[in-house]
């Protein structure tokens, strides 16, 4: 079974502090992707990678970078994060780029 | 038009019931088509891929529309338990996935 993992479930963080999401997944898929999902606005692609070292901007990649330096791990960071940026932060990945994408269980990021 | 349309729902069906949602999309270049389930506060997960010929799994029916651009998914004899929101998803070109915003089925006694 694929599985994929996020560093934390739940995370409070204030207006301002640097914010780093971190995703693994253990199946050596070489895509992968950071979504944010919210109530109306469905998924929205952040940022996806297709091989280390390599990023591409999705859709709302304003106010966010990423970085993938092992083929496995890719992570989200938020440099300065904003109360907008409260959301449920999804991260997934697939083996190729037609082929079906698996899921993280979430980062629900609360900003103050 | 946006890229990916879905009914939000909510579908209230009795259980037994057969129910289908149909998801419209725009990019008629679109090759890969996909339905996933998501539950409450849970993440997306693969329920089927979509089929040019069309596919079943057990109670549930898939089915590709491409002179009208549109996907379905037929849900056969209801259980409390697919009660959930279902999201279509559908590869454009490179690899990026474009997600439905999905439309929430209740089934009830």
């Known amino acids: 079974d694929v599985k994929v993992t996020q560093s934390s479930r739940y995370l409070v963080k204030r207006t301002g502090e640097k914010v780093f999401l971190e995703c693994v997944q253990d199946?050596?898929?070489?895509?992968m992707f950071w979504y944010r999902q919210d109530p109306g606005l469905g998924l929205r692609l952040i940022y996806f990678?297709?091989?280390?070292?390599?990023?591409e901007k999705g859709d709302i990649p304003e106010g966010y970078s990423v970085s993938r330096e092992k083929k496995e791990r890719f992570s989200l960071i938020l440099e300065s994060a904003s109360t907008n940026q409260t959301s449920m932060y999804l991260c997934?990945?697939?083996?190729?780029?037609?082929?079906?994408?698996?899921f993280g269980p979430g980062t629900r990021l609360t900003v103050l | 038009r946006k890229e990916v349309e879905q009914d939000p729902g909510p579908f209230n069906v009795p259980e037994g019931a057969t129910v289908a949602f149909n998801c419209t999309y725009s990019?008629?270049?679109?090759?890969?088509f996909f339905w996933y389930r998501q539950d409450c506060r849970k993440e997306p997960k693969l329920l089927m891929s979509?089929?040019?010929s069309g596919n079943e799994d057990g109670r549930f029916t898939a089915q590709l529309n491409r002179a009208s651009q549109y996907i379905s998914l037929l849900i056969r004899d209801s259980k409390l338990s697919d009660s959930a929101t279902y999201l279509c998803?559908?590869?454009?070109?490179?690899?990026?996935?474009?997600f439905g915003t999905g439309t929430q089925l209740k089934v009830e006694l």
């Open positions: 997934a990945s697939s083996l190729g780029a037609q082929d079906t994408q698996y």
């Open positions: 199946m050596d898929h070489e895509n």
């Open positions: 990678s297709y091989d280390v070292k390599m990023k």
């Open positions: 990019n008629s270049a679109s090759q890969s």
């Open positions: 979509v089929y040019s």
């Open positions: 998803a559908l590869q454009g070109g490179g690899n990026k996935l474009t």
